[in-house]
């Protein structure tokens, strides 16, 4: 399931191939993955180019040179594929740009749980979509993570996995931030002191980077990640304690039975 670490991804991606190129037609391959009608879309983009991409949580923008942006969301089984050869389309292509060029740029998505819409403007959107801050943006700080933590109740992990909390994250990523922060996936909000919170926060964005930078070079995560050892019973990285597993936010949950309190 894409988390903030793979959209970012998608954002580079279609940055660094799908910017700048006249859009000669829009090739929907299945309807139910818009939003909006059909010729809403082709009226938005053809003839015109993207010209910037803009990332939120999960959220993907890309800015026409016209009123509109493209918005992606990547559901379960999202993901974006450029290429020139028609030979290389992706099996579960839904949407194609064709580019006058000859390039395409296909909006994936087996499961279809994702979705292509168009938006005036992405910060509306990311209010009406009631999104939480991103975790990587500067403008975040601990102050306002802090601020999110004392006003809620219930599991930390629930928290963290609420978009409208913190946009981006998911199962994977919370377990990892927990993991790393020492912290249970089941911890009341309320019963994090100040260290454990800054300890959480940093995690977050460690994570968050790390995995980007290695996504982005096409490395492995690192075995003393928890998500490469996502199986109970099996010995934690950090501790040799034994992993396991649970339910929280009806999401099946890893961690580490010894040093996660
Ligand atoms: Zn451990």
Known sequence: VPELPEVEGYARYLASHALDQKIARVDLRDERILTIPKRRLERAVIGRKFRSVRRHGKHLFASTDGETWLHLHFGMTGDLAYYIDPAKEPRFARVIFDFENGAHLAYEDMRLFGYVDLVRDPDESIRDLGLGPDPLDP??????????????????????????????????????????????????????????????????????QDVIARHARGA?????????????GERCPACGGTIKRTVVFGRTTYYCGRHQK
């Open 220 to 232: 492995d995560l690192s075995r003393r990640y928890l998500v490469m050892n996502r199986e109970e």
């Open 139 to 208: 403008a975040f700080g601990l102050r306002a993570f802090r601020g999110l933590l004392s006003r809620r109740r219930g599991a930390i992990k629930s928290l963290l996995m609420s978009q409208d909390v913190i946009a981006g994250l998911g199962n994977l990523y919370v377990d990892e931030a927990l993991f790393r922060s020492s912290i249970h996936p089941r911890r009341p909000v309320d019963g994090l002191d100040a260290e454990e919170a800054r300890t959480l926060f940093s995690n977050i964005r460690r994570i968050l």
